[in-house]
């Protein structure tokens, strides 16, 4: 008789978006016509830029062509794509990228919870608290996180690193010696971001003691703020101790086409075995690339039009996080975030549960947000608000939560 992985028996419950979607799909069918604004999910809702649409109708063009007909990508991406991204979102920063340490996948929630397959299932986990669910799931699924405890919603062999208004939401050192550290930043649930300083104590940490930083910068383009860091590799030493996932997804609006890439450098070693050609090895065997005309796009991201459209997308999004951030104020709410990331983290009003909050909100507003508590224990007692909707939803879900 056959055996299944029996990790995946321990994840308690379904994903987290999922059951949010499962109440606002049970509500919507009690009240049918009700007209729900959705600030849940990080979903984008601006159309394609001009510049990538001209380049997938390019590629198209192309792919019905002999002449210009490409099969199966690269193991690591196209040398194009690989090359304006080692120039734009590193070099141009002062960071030793080589294009070749670069690897292009179809997004950043695949290569978050794909990466601990490089590593042994003894290594002990550190992650912020609250945090992205994929960390700890895809961890649980590779049973490396013991047993989990229904009343504290954590794992016994899991290093929570609180993340609370005291430390402005963004993690201390831990105090436990971790091997696996990850660390999001601008952060996503909490909208917190982190100054190079205070990085460069996190890489420092990781040298000293034989960690590996899984650092997750989907969100890099909302930053505004002067020293906080796009990149962990503005660090010294970053290279021989850090991994960096990003996504096109929130920057360039390509939820629906999946592009994203993961930077190993060649001098992160464990053992004398390189972790940038087991990754590689990884993606030989597991993954037939990002499709070419999706990459073509996500090179014309790269280009001045390119970047002057993402500049817009970026600055669409925050005027709605700086609405969401003041009107929620103005009300007498508690909130953070909404600075250098599209995430506004509020408090939840009169004592209210993370999930008692979610069904008030959805039931006197019809607005849909996210409990904090489904990023982790210390997300209890409060609630994640987007900033991914259009500016007339936006604006009116502020009113319908100013007249609850």
């Not at 394609?48 to 590629?59: D, M, N, Q, R, T």
């Not at 945090?131 to 700890?136: C, G």
């Not at 003041?326 to 990331?341: F, I, N, P, R, T």
Request: charged share 20%.
């Amino acid at each position: 008789m056959y055996k299944i992985n029996e990790n995946y028996l321990k994840l308690p419950g379904s994903y987290l978006f999922s059951t949010i979607g499962k109440k606002v799909a049970a509500f919507s069918e009690e009240n049918p016509g009700c007209p729900i604004i959705r600030l849940g999910i990080g979903d984008v809702t601006l159309p394609l830029s001009g510049p990538v649409i001209e380049a997938l109708h390019k590629g198209v063009d192309e792919m019905g062509d002999a002449a210009g007909f490409h099969g199966y990508a690269p193991d690591l991406g196209y040398a194009f794509l690989r090359e304006a991204i080692a120039k734009s979102d590193y070099g141009d920063r002062g960071c030793r990228i080589a294009p070749d340490e670069i690897f292009i996948s179809d997004g950043a929630k695949c290569d978050s919870g794909n990466i601990q397959e490089l590593f042994d299932t003894d290594n002990i986990i550190a992650v912020c608290d609250p945090v992205y669910p994929v960390y700890v799931d895809s961890n649980v699924m590779a049973g490396r996180t013991g047993t989990y405890d229904a009343e504290t919603g954590t794992w016994s062999d899991v290093i929570y690193m609180p993340c609370t208004k005291e430390n402005g939401f963004a993690a201390d050192l831990p105090k436990e010696r971790p091997d696996l550290i990850y660390l999001c930043f601008p952060n996503n649930p909490t909208g917190s971001s982190i100054s190079k300083d205070r990085l460069q104590k996190w890489v420092d940490y990781a040298n000293e003691n034989g960690c590996v930083i899984i650092y997750d910068a989907a969100y890099e383009a909302y930053i505004s703020t002067e020293g906080v860091p796009h990149s962990i590799y503005e660090c010294s030493g970053a290279r021989t101790c850090a991994v960096e996932i990003r996504s096109f997804s929130k920057n360039a609006g390509f939820t629906g086409l999946r592009l994203g890439f993961t930077v190993i450098p060649r001098d992160l070693v464990c053992g004398g075995a390189s972790l940038h050609d087991m990754w590689a090895r990884r993606h030989g065997t597991k993954y037939n690339g990002a499709p070419y005309i999706v990459q073509r796009a996500g090179e014309a991201c790269y280009s001045r039009e390119g970047k002057a459209a993402i500049k817009q997308q970026v600055a669409y999004y925050m005027e709605n996080a700086r609405s969401i951030t003041e009107g929620l104020k103005q009300m007498g709410y508690s909130v953070s975030g909404g600075v250098d990331a599209p995430y506004i983290w509020m408090e939840t009003p009169e004592h209210m549960s993370s999930w008692e909050f979610f069904d008030f909100l959805l039931k006197n507003a019809n607005v849909v947000g996210t409990p904090g508590s489904g990023f982790g224990p210390h997300g209890e007692g409060y609630f994640r608000l987007t900033a991914f909707g259009t500016h007339e939803n936006t604006l009116a879900a502020l009113e319908r939560i100013r007249k609850m």
